[in-house]
């Protein structure tokens, strides 16, 4: 599987998916003209992973258990849809048996971000772990 | 609204760019003005679905130069208040009226319910157009989301809301 990497901008967020380092990271502002155009590719990525990780556990491999981050600084409601997608998508990597650690990290100031991922974990019914990001 | 003072305005048709601009523009102000990021991140999620909520349903109409989009964002002694203004069709507004009712109608756990469920439904467009943008400007805005609609002609109507953002005791 090929890595996905988007570079970041100031409407857009930063996507580092890299499989050989068990590592998948999405984060920043998103709030991009074309939310469709700009989300499906990464959840198309996601359901082919979720088809070379189900090849895999079939074939009776064990594996590394894989690292998500959400670092989001904001996203728009727009977004929201999408990114509720790709928890489903993380989802159903955990329902085929692949081990799997979220991680949601937040301004320590920023308790809309906080209840954001709270509310993405609870909808999905998937476990997150919370890191708070201290002010310098 | 209280006597304050126009920290940012913009009117006239509004592009993408210019989105990113006022919104630039806004958090410099409000950097200057000593504000922490509970206040800024407010103002920056009810300023982003209010221009983007301009900017996707701006029916302009020729040689109108009164209609036009309008958006201001002004200073109080205990807020700021944006205020958001663009023409809309006739027949967009019961359900338009209808969404903003059921916010106000709401407290905060009942818009975390109705947010939740718009997204679990589904019935989101990519414009995000199922209301979630309305519910995150209810989620942030301390009171009551303040809107208006007068009629311009037959098959459009001039849309205004207005947001209050606190900053009383967040300095």
Redesign the interface.
Known sequence: MEDLIIEGT??SPKVCFEPKRNLLEIGGYS?P????DFFYPIISWLEKYRGSLAAESNQGTSREPITFKFKFI?F???S??FI?DIVIELSELQRIGVPLKIYWYF?E?????H?AGE?LS??AHVPFSFVEIK?Q | MDNGEIILNHKGPLS?EEI?FLLNRMTMLLDKLGM???TK??A??AM??SL?NIYKHQDIIADDFEHVPLFTMERCDESFCISASNSILNHKIPALKEKLDRVNSLDKNGL?DL??ST??SGN?S???GAG??I??IA??SENKIVYSFKQMNDTHSYFNIKVTISHKNTK
């Open positions: 100031n409407i709030r003209e074309n939310v469709r904001y728009n409601s727009s929201a849809k509720y301004d100031d920023d308790e809309e971000l209840e509310e609870d909808m002010q | 993408y990113g922490n990021v509970t991140k407010k920056y999620s982003v679905e983007e975390k947010y939740k997204i679990l989101v990519p414009k995000g979630l943008g519910i995150n989620k942030v």
